[in-house]
C-alpha cells in the first residue's frame, strides 16, 4: 500500500510539475514570404546603406509638461528602404510593395526593447505610401508604395522616424523586421 501511494505521489508530482512548466509560455513570431521574384531591400539613411538609423538626443518629459512644450520630441529623422545598388524589383505583373512591420508596435509607435528610457517612444510614420502618409504603429503596420517609387533611386520607400522622450532618462533601443510582398 505504501509503495502504491508513493508511486501515486511520484506521478502526480510529474504532473503537477509539467504543468508549472507548460504555464510558462509566450509567443514566436515567424515572418516570411513566398514569392516568385525577389529583390534584396536595403536600408538607407542619410546617404549611407545602414539598418541602423541614429535619432540623437531629447529630453525627458513628464505628464505636467507645458503644453506646446516640444523639448522632448527629437529631430524627424528620414529614412529609405530600397533595392540594393544595382538592382530593381519588377515581378511580372505587379504595381506595387506592400512593406509589414512586426516588432513592439504600440498604438502611439514603437515602444523600446532595452535601455534604460523605459517610457519612450518612436514615432515611426510613411512618407510616400499610396494611400498617403501616415503613422506605422499597432492599428496600422503596413505601408504600400507603388514598384516606380521603389525603383527611384532618390526615393524608395520612405520612412521617418522621431524619438519622444519620457520621464526615464537612458538611452532607447529597438527594432522592428519587415517583410516586403508585391502586389
Known sequence: MKKQLLAVSALALAVMSGSALAANGGDVQF??????????????????????????????????AAAGDTSNLGAVVNFALKPKAGTTCNPAGMTNASFAFAGPLEVTGLAPQSGAATDAMVKLSAVNATGGAHDINKTQSVSQVTLTDLNDAAKGAQFSAQLIGGAQAGDYNSAVA?????N
Open 31 to 64: 515572418i516570411g514570404t513566398v514569392t516568385d521574384t525577389t529583390c534584396d531591400i536595403v536600408p538607407e539613411a542619410n546617404g549611407a546603406v545602414s539598418n541602423v538609423v541614429q535619432l540623437g538626443n531629447v529630453a525627458t518629459s513628464t505628464a505636467a
Open 178 to 182: 519587415y517583410v516586403v510582398a508585391y
